[in-house]
């Protein structure tokens, strides 16, 4: 998220929370990390999500195991705000990964190197999320493309033209996969797979051992054929709403 810090229309707090807000529908609105002293959780709880309600009338407060006080999703719960998985949380072993899938004939995959082609991932993702990313590409562009950069982005093409787009994101010690999206009229043609598995190969280029991945309830199976499976990492998420 701290690629997005300072564009406009984008506000990013990081203290003893870290929260994001943006004025567009991606990335969202997210709190990321918890540090209160539970001596003064409620009055901190109050404090937090005042400012953010000067930006949003909603946000995603996602609860890590070491988040502090231990029991915060208790004190989120008694203010009506349940918890819950947040979703599909997945995880590959890279040691034994499988073969490569069939892909189509006249499939490639290559990585985003230049604007332009930051561009044409934009427009790819875009008509698979259904999304406005006009931020992505302001944050990634600005990010950049050489050997120091940790957000990656690929492009699956047939022939010349793109029909699939993903993202691998090494940082923090991890390596993961974010926002493979294929548009509408290229779907059910094996394409999300075979990137996908593109980026996991190269995840096991860069030494990992292991990845993990959050998949919608519409690509789950995409992904377990690949190796991956459900996991519960202590995670739970808490959404707020301004009354």
């Known amino acids: 998220m701290r690629l997005f810090a300072g564009l406009s229309g984008t506000m990013l707090y990081d203290a003893e929370s870290f929260w994001f807000v943006s004025n567009t529908s991606a990335p969202g609105n997210i709190i990321l990390r ?6 003064r959780i409620e009055e901190q709880i109050d404090t937090m999500l005042e400012q953010v ?3 949003s009338d909603q946000i995603d407060w996602f ?3 070491d988040d502090q006080p231990a029991d915060l999703g208790n004190h989120l719960e008694a203010r009506g705000m349940p918890g819950g998985p947040g979703g599909n949380w997945l995880w590959a072993d890279l040691t034994s990964l499988s073969a490569d899938p069939i892909s189509p004939n006249r499939f490639r995959v290559e990585q985003v190197l230049n604007d332009q082609m930051l561009a044409q991932w934009v427009h790819v993702s ?3 999320f259904g999304s406005d990313l006009a931020l992505f590409y302001d944050a990634y562009a600005r990010h950049g493309y050489g050997p120091d950069a940790f957000s990656l982005h690929y492009i699956g093409y047939l022939d010349n033209t793109p029909v699939t787009s993903g993202t691998l994101l090494d940082a923090g010690g991890c ?14 043609q094996g394409f999300g797979r075979a990137i996908t598995h593109v980026l996991m190969q190269e995840i096991r280029r860069r030494g990992y051992a292991d990845t993990w991945m959050w998949s919608s309830n519409m690509a789950k ?3 377990q054929k690949l190796g991956y499976i459900e996991v519960d ?7 707020w709403q301004k009354r």
Do not use: N
Request: charged share 20%.
């Open 63 to 65: 609860v890590f195991p």
């Open 53 to 55: 309600g000067h930006y």
């Open 34 to 39: 918890t540090r209160f002293d539970a001596s």
């Open 175 to 188: 390596a993961t996969i974010y926002d493979v999206s294929t548009p509408p009229a290229f779907r059910r």
């Open 221 to 223: 199976s995409v992904y």
């Open 233 to 239: 990492f202590g995670l739970r998420e808490h959404s």
């Open 126 to 128: 875009k008509a698979g």
